[in-house]
């Protein structure tokens, strides 16, 4: 298995799939786009994938945030929660499987973060549709005003990659993410910093968060390449 995997990988393979410069334009604007007849948003969840591309957290931690985590005066997003489905053990005969589990973020990572002014824009519209929005309310939530889940979340991004012709992706929402990291990387963050913004360790960042190689086309051909680093000229 490992020789065969080494055969299929080739010199351009993406080594962290991330959505180009040009690719994440096309996300955000399919994700914003209206209904032509309504004016009403295509996609109601649409803004949660945009709050997962301009803060790099986690579905389960975006799934956990209330209102109360959000200080818009000082521009700040606490980060301590996390919710994910997990198996129902006392299930009773009328009861689900799975129960909505509410636990500590992945490596306990809590942290508080400055937000872009993008990210203060996305939760801004949030809160505008919101049918409520007490410090208690959750910011991720249905249409209805039920708290989310990830499978929701993920079933309605793969129609806007696919609507935004970005469903030769793979990774799903978890590239969104990936975006964020290696758009800090290439602004000039160090990974120590990614890695606390984005609460997670500085191996895992490096190596599985940040794409090194940049999308090109090449002869009508998309191909993943690794350009030339920054020299200093040395007298």
């Given at each position: 298995?490992?020789?065969?995997k080494?055969?299929?990988?080739?010199?351009t393979?993406?080594?962290?799939?991330?959505l180009?410069?040009?690719?994440?334009?096309?996300?955000?604007?399919?994700?914003k786009?209206?209904?032509?007849?309504?004016?009403?948003?295509?996609?109601p969840?649409?803004?949660?994938?945009?709050?997962?591309?301009?803060?790099?957290?986690?579905?389960?931690?975006?799934?956990?945030?209330?209102?109360?985590?959000?200080?818009?005066?000082?521009?700040?997003?606490?980060?301590?929660?996390?919710?994910?489905?997990?198996?129902?053990?006392?299930?009773?005969?009328?009861?689900?499987?799975?129960?909505?589990?509410?636990?500590?973020?992945k490596?306990?990572?809590?942290?508080?973060?400055?937000?872009?002014?993008?990210?203060?824009?996305?939760?801004?519209?949030?809160?505008?549709?919101?049918?409520?929005?007490?410090?208690?309310d959750?910011?991720?939530?249905?249409?209805?005003?039920k708290?989310?889940?990830?499978?929701?979340?993920?079933?309605?991004?793969?129609?806007?990659?696919?609507?935004?012709?970005?469903?030769?992706?793979?990774?799903?929402v978890?590239?969104?993410?990936?975006?964020?990291?290696?758009?800090?990387?290439?602004?000039?963050?160090?990974?120590?910093?990614?890695?606390?913004?984005?609460?997670?360790?500085?191996?895992?960042?490096?190596?599985?968060?940040?794409?090194?190689?940049?999308?090109?086309?090449?002869?009508?051909?998309?191909?993943?390449?690794?350009?030339?680093?920054?020299?200093?000229?040395?007298?």
């Amino acid at each position: 298995k490992r020789i065969k995997k080494l055969e299929n990988r080739t010199s351009t393979q993406a080594d962290v799939d991330a959505l180009s410069i040009e690719e994440k334009k096309r996300f955000e604007r399919e994700a914003k786009r209206l209904n032509e007849k309504t004016g009403e948003p295509q996609y109601p969840a649409g803004v949660y994938g945009l709050l997962l591309l301009h803060t790099g957290v986690r579905v389960g931690e975006a799934l956990a945030l209330r209102w109360g985590d959000v200080d818009f005066a000082n521009r700040t997003l606490n980060i301590d929660k996390n919710r994910s489905m997990a198996k129902n053990r006392n299930r009773k005969k009328d009861e689900n499987s799975y129960i909505m589990y509410e636990g500590s973020t992945k490596n306990e990572k809590a942290r508080k973060i400055e937000l872009t002014e993008d990210a203060l824009e996305d939760l801004s519209v949030i809160k505008s549709r919101s049918i409520s929005a007490t410090r208690d309310d959750y910011v991720v939530v249905t249409q209805t005003g039920k708290p989310n889940t990830t499978t929701n979340i993920e079933h309605r991004m793969e129609t806007i990659y696919r609507n935004a012709g970005l469903n030769h992706l793979k990774g799903g929402v978890h590239i969104l993410r990936k975006t964020f990291a290696t758009e800090m990387y290439e602004n000039g963050a160090r990974v120590k910093e990614i890695a606390a913004y984005i609460g997670d360790l500085e191996s895992t960042t490096e190596r599985y968060y940040i794409a090194i190689r940049k999308k090109r086309l090449v002869d009508g051909r998309e191909e993943h390449i690794v350009t030339l680093p920054a020299m200093t000229k040395v007298s």
